[in-house]
């Protein structure tokens, strides 16, 4: 019998944490138990072991953006979910650059969070629509290099197609839709700072076949060029 | 870009004076002085037509370079190419001198430095001060080679000072007048967008003042009902009425943009209509958006309108900036394909209908 996930509510509104916990309840599945619920984060950072496999993390505490929190929460071992009302895409970018696995805007909450939790606890990736649009209006020198399939795939996710319907109008299968947007994600795990969660997510989308690790590091190309060219390969004819 | 505009035109403005002056000061420079000085020592030369000849290829890369700096800043290869033939031309008109008067009779040092500064003006400080440093390199290496004396260093520092302070101080002058007038212009601008920033604000401020005024017709009395029990949460029509008062109270909390007059207000309008009618409408946007021309616009908000009149129950909008423009698109339930506009105005539109959804984009190209 499969484990169930365990889940904490970080929240300093009961309403919302009421309304996140009847979400978790009415899920057919059961597959998600809640474990904790607090209004801030003190009680998680003290424990010695995480007391869940993920936090779902409000990004605004009694009136302060807790975004820098993000990678001591990481740190002691929990996966985070973002959830939060700024929909800002520099906020949701600074999210996960610090190491949540996913971000899910309020209205995105009800369809989206339990999913997103269960994806976070195999650390696997899940782009919500408030996440993709950030990651089509990321304009940092930092950000990685998407292929032209990977963001048409995360544009039309963002201008409200179901995957299905994604693939239909891409002549493609839905589950390479799911590809090209768990590849996107994953490259934007192997940006920025570096946190385990970063990591894990990266050696899962490797071990799921998602991403090659050749793929990973666009800049290590002109090294492996260098190489190419002295190696015999290169000279043949 | 009427932001932009006037700023741009000052400081640019500024910047061609400038560069026009330093102009007539290199041209003038070699004619009168160098040009006299070549003349006044014509019999000390040994070939007064090889120094002649030298004193063609400066005045030629005066020329190119002015002609350079006056179509627009040059890029580092043409503005160094240029500044290479002076140098060559002053060593080589130094190293035809007769060896003890080289200095005396020395029409070329001037020039070379001055034609430096005119190409490399508006470039790095350090590349100038590297360029006239090589030509003094080169003038002196000339020295060492004819048999240096104590005298002749004396002289050849003279020289040096004499020239080079003069060439350094009309760069650093010309320096100093464009940052100021860079200064001026992003004053203006920044004062420009604090104008704009306030008229806007003034707007969304009169337009969420209005739709809360609404609000009160609207939400206020669902939300009555709902508190004394005369509407039923699981009536599939009050759940629609939810809906829609949730949409707008949603874009009542949530409206941040700041553009006026742009499309995506525009967008609203028409959503507002739709929404009167229980339509929940989403609309997002990612990305700076660049400015659209108002026919383009009208093409897509009429398409918006279409889509919006077909639509059942919820649509959702999205405005993306994309590589050469912007993508609009629309998802919703009209359960059938809608009459839309054909492409004109450099906007392209594509719809596809997928089971109850239509998905239809429209694409306007910039220029």
């Given at each position: 019998m499969e484990q169930r996930v365990t889940v904490a509510i970080i929240e300093d509104h009961p309403v919302v944490t009421e309304g996140v916990a009847s979400w978790i309840r009415s899920d057919p599945g059961q597959r998600v138990r809640l474990v904790q619920t607090a209004r801030d984060l003190t009680g998680l950072s003290?424990?010695?072991?995480?007391?869940?496999?993920v936090v779902i993390l409000d990004l605004e505490l009694s009136g302060e953006l807790v975004t820098t929190q993000i990678p001591v929460l990481v740190a002691g071992g929990y996966r985070v979910v973002a959830f939060s009302g700024h929909s800002d895409p520099a906020i949701v970018m600074e999210t996960l650059d610090n190491g949540a696995h996913a971000y899910v805007s309020k209205e995105e909450g009800r369809d989206h969070l339990v999913e997103a939790v269960l994806a976070a606890a195999a650390d696997r990736p899940y782009v919500t629509r408030s996440q993709a649009r950030a990651m089509l209006a990321d304009q940092r020198p930092s950000r990685p290099t998407l292929s032209e399939q990977e963001r048409q795939a995360l544009l039309l996710w963002f201008q409200g197609m179901s995957k299905a319907s994604v693939g239909r109008r891409m002549s493609i299968s839905e589950n390479t839709v799911r590809q090209y947007i768990s590849r996107a994600r994953a490259k934007y795990a192997a940006t920025g700072r570096t946190a385990p969660s970063k990591d894990a997510l990266l050696a899962r989308a490797i071990e799921d076949g998602?991403?090659?690790?050749?793929?990973?590091?666009?800049?290590?190309s002109f090294a492996r060029a260098g190489a190419g060219s002295s190696g015999l390969g290169a000279l043949d004819p | 870009m009427t932001a932009v505009q006037p700023t741009a035109m000052m400081s640019g403005r500024y910047q061609r004076a400038f560069t026009i002056a330093v102009v007539f000061l290199v041209a003038g420079w070699h004619l009168a002085g160098a040009g006299g000085q070549l003349l006044q020592n014509r019999p000390a030369y040994s070939s007064f037509a090889f120094q002649t000849a030298m004193w063609l290829v400066m005045a030629l890369a005066i020329a190119a370079g002015s002609i350079l700096v006056l179509r627009g800043a040059p890029g580092w290869q043409p503005a160094w190419a240029v500044a290479i033939i002076a140098l060559a031309a002053s060593t080589a008109a130094a190293a035809a001198s007769p060896a003890g008067q080289m200095l005396a009779v020395n029409w070329a040092w001037g020039s070379a430095g001055w034609t430096g500064v005119l190409v490399l003006l508006h470039r790095r400080f350090a590349e100038l001060a590297s360029y006239l440093a090589a030509v003094a390199l080169g003038i002196l290496g000339v020295q060492l080679h004819d048999g240096l004396h104590r005298t002749d260093l004396a002289g050849f520092l003279a020289v040096l000072a004499w020239s080079t302070i003069a060439q350094v101080a009309v760069a650093v002058g010309v320096r100093a007048l464009d940052a100021a007038a860079d200064e001026s212009a992003s004053a203006v601008r920044i004062e420009q967008a604090a104008r704009e920033r306030e008229a806007t604000a003034e707007i969304i401020r009169v337009a969420r003042h209005a739709r809360w005024l609404a609000l009160q017709e609207s939400a206020v009395p669902l939300v009555a009902e709902l508190a004394a029990g005369t509407a039923n949460p699981g009536d599939a029509q009050v759940r629609i009425r939810c809906a829609v008062q949730a949409a707008r109270l949603r874009r009542l909390l949530a409206e941040g943009d700041e553009v006026p007059g742009s499309l995506v207000h525009e967008l609203h309008a028409s959503a507002d209509m739709a929404e009167r009618r229980g339509l929940a409408v989403e609309i997002e946007t990612a990305g700076a958006l660049p400015q659209m021309p108002g026919p383009a616009r009208r093409l897509i908000t009429d398409a918006a309108i279409a889509i919006l009149t077909a639509a059942r129950s919820q649509a959702r909008i999205t405005l993306t900036a994309v590589a050469a423009g912007v993508a609009v698109s629309f998802v919703a339930d009209t359960g059938t394909v809608v009459g839309l506009p054909a492409a004109s105005e450099g906007v392209w539109i594509e719809q596809q209908q997928d089971g109850d959804m239509l998905w239809a984009e429209a694409r306007w190209n910039n220029g």
């Open positions: 003290a424990g010695a072991r995480p007391s869940a496999d998602v991403i090659k690790p050749g793929e990973i590091m666009p800049y290590t | -």
